[in-house]
């Protein structure tokens, strides 16, 4: 069963650290690409990050760049998002998602990626 599990949100201060985990069952995680979204209460789910599986390219947005660093352990089955420097703004669920064939990457966008995990919450606050 293909299965894709976030973990390590959590309440963080401003300027603060977190390291999300997306852990993936039944399928090799390292021949996909990997995409981190977010969605806030009120807002549209919108990309954070992606990893492609071809040549191991990364994208980020611009909100996020010089912040956050995506990274796969192909060993261990999971990728990661490292972020540094969390702001307010930075706060919502994040998920972690897939698209449905191996080396297929049409960019960082929602509408590429077709498997999600449950998603996991981050909190910014003081």
């Known amino acids: 069963q293909v299965q894709l599990v976030e973990s390590g949100g959590g309440l963080v201060q401003p300027g603060g650290s977190l390291r999300l985990s997306c852990a993936a069952s039944?399928?090799?995680?390292?021949?996909?690409?990997i995409g981190w979204f977010r969605q806030a209460p009120g807002k549209e789910r919108e990309a954070v990050s992606c990893?492609?599986?071809?040549?191991?390219?990364?994208f980020y947005a611009d909100s996020v760049k010089g912040r956050f660093t995506i990274s796969r352990d192909n060993a261990k089955n999971t990728v990661y998002l490292q972020m540094n420097s969390l702001k307010s703004e930075d706060a919502a669920v994040y998920y972690c998602?897939?698209?449905?064939?191996?080396?297929?990457?049409?960019?960082?966008?929602?509408?590429?990626?077709?498997?999600w995990g449950q998603g996991t919450q981050v909190t910014v606050s003081s």
């Open positions: 990893i492609n599986s071809i040549d191991g390219s990364t």
């Open positions: 039944g399928y090799p995680l390292e021949y996909y690409a």
């Open positions: 998602a897939t698209p449905v064939s191996a080396y297929r990457f049409n960019g960082c966008v929602v509408g590429g990626f077709n498997f």
